[in-house]
């Protein structure tokens, strides 16, 4: 691939990874604390990508140097050389300066000139300058380098979503953070919960902290192993590669939303505690007393 494809590609995808920081598209990859690095790698291709094509470009215009008039070679050296002319066009050999002898080589019948000779005007033979084989063109860079932009454009132009209800059920449940003192919660009903730190509460401090507070939960719904709704959230450590999902499980008021659907409930810690089937990690139980479905959220990963 040449090098002004290579800039090419690495132009659209600095810009492809600005975008997607400054439109907050981002955080459907990666975690939010790394918008600031995004941004500057996004910026550093961009600046190199531009360097590139304008050495890339300046040296196109940079005029060659002219070759002599009568088409021959300048020398090495910068020495002239004495050159006698052969009839057709033909070089020979050096001629001997006076009082030396010529030199050796095959000679043939009669003095007529050697049958193999360089060609004074570059035309013809296999010699150096002979850049396009006899075929009349130059060398090509393959076209097959252009393909890398499939994926750049993929990025400007399309927006993936978000990990949701498919990626839940694939992967088993994060299993809530032990911790030896859980402070309380805060003043007020509702008091907005994020699903780990409910289901830490709930399975490590045997719901001490909540009972009898209102909660309220945030995340999208997936089917349970039994077909019941679960409220679930994709946990993020570094990138959505590594998103394993936290689930929680409902009762109470019925959920008649859709899987993937966004839904805010509101409800009261309930001391059922069952396993996630994938992986057998603790799942906690949330009585629900009212919900409503919602837009995603900025970030939608925990």
């Given at each position: 691939?040449?090098?002004?494809?290579?800039?090419?590609?690495?132009?659209?995808?600095?810009?492809?990874?600005?975008?997607?920081?400054?439109?907050?598209?981002?955080?459907?990859?990666?975690?939010?604390?790394?918008?600031?690095?995004?941004?500057?790698?996004?910026?550093?291709?961009?600046?190199?990508?531009?360097?590139?094509?304008?050495?890339?470009?300046?040296?196109?215009?940079?005029?060659?140097?002219?070759?002599?008039?009568?088409?021959?070679?300048?020398?090495?050296?910068?020495?002239?050389?004495?050159?006698?002319?052969?009839?057709?066009?033909?070089?020979?050999?050096?001629?001997?300066?006076?009082?030396?002898?010529?030199?050796?080589?095959?000679?043939?019948?009669?003095?007529?000139?050697?049958?193999?000779?360089?060609?004074?005007?570059?035309?013809?033979?296999?010699?150096?300058?002979?850049?396009?084989?006899?075929?009349?063109?130059?060398?090509?860079?393959?076209?097959?380098?252009?393909?890398?932009?499939?994926?750049?454009?993929?990025?400007?132009?399309?927006?993936?979503?978000?990990?949701?209800?498919?990626?839940?059920?694939?992967?088993?449940?994060?299993?809530?953070?032990?911790?030896?003192?859980?402070?309380?919660?805060?003043?007020?009903?509702?008091?907005?919960?994020?699903?780990?730190?409910?289901?830490s509460r709930a399975v490590f401090d045997g719901g001490r902290s909540l009972a009898g507070r209102?909660?309220?939960?945030?995340?999208?719904?997936?089917?349970?192993?039994d077909g019941k709704p679960m409220l679930a959230r994709i946990v993020l450590t570094c990138c959505?590669?590594?998103?394993?999902?936290?689930?929680?499980?409902?009762?109470?008021?019925?959920?008649?939303?859709?899987?993937?659907?966004?839904?805010?409930?509101?409800?009261?810690?309930?001391?059922?505690?069952?396993?996630?089937?994938?992986?057998?990690?603790?799942?906690?139980?949330?009585?629900?007393?009212?919900?409503?479905?919602?837009?995603?959220?900025?970030?939608?990963?925990?």
């Open positions: 691939m040449s090098r002004l494809t290579q800039a090419v590609v690495m132009l659209l995808f600095g810009g492809a990874v600005i975008k997607a920081t400054v439109t907050d598209v981002f955080l459907r990859y990666v975690k939010e604390g790394l918008r600031p690095f995004l941004l500057l790698a996004g910026i550093l291709l961009v600046a190199a990508a531009a360097m590139t094509m304008w050495y890339d470009l300046r040296a196109a215009r940079r005029p060659e140097p002219a070759a002599p008039a009568d088409g021959s070679a300048a020398p090495v050296d910068g020495s002239a050389s004495e050159v006698a002319a052969l009839p057709g066009g033909f070089a020979s050999e050096p001629a001997a300066s006076s009082g030396g002898s010529a030199p050796e080589g095959p000679t043939s019948v009669g003095g007529s000139a050697p049958e193999v000779a360089a060609p004074v005007d570059g035309s013809g033979g296999g010699g150096a300058h002979d850049h396009d084989n006899g075929h009349g063109h130059g060398h090509h860079e393959p076209r097959v380098g252009w393909l890398l932009l499939l994926p750049v454009l993929g990025l400007l132009l399309i927006s993936p979503p978000a990990l949701g209800s498919f990626a839940a059920n694939q992967a088993g449940s994060v299993g809530p953070a032990a911790a030896s003192d859980y402070p309380p919660l805060p003043a007020g009903d509702p008091v907005e919960l994020s699903l780990l730190d409910y289901a209102d909660v309220k939960l945030t995340g999208f719904i997936t089917p349970g192993p959505a590669a590594d998103g394993r999902p936290i689930k929680v499980g409902l009762t109470g008021a019925p959920i008649d939303a859709p899987p993937d659907a966004w839904v805010e409930v509101v409800g009261v810690y309930r001391g059922e505690v069952g396993s996630d089937p994938v992986n057998k990690a603790q799942v906690a139980y949330l009585d629900i007393k009212s919900w409503q479905e919602i837009d995603q959220p900025k970030q939608p990963y925990a």
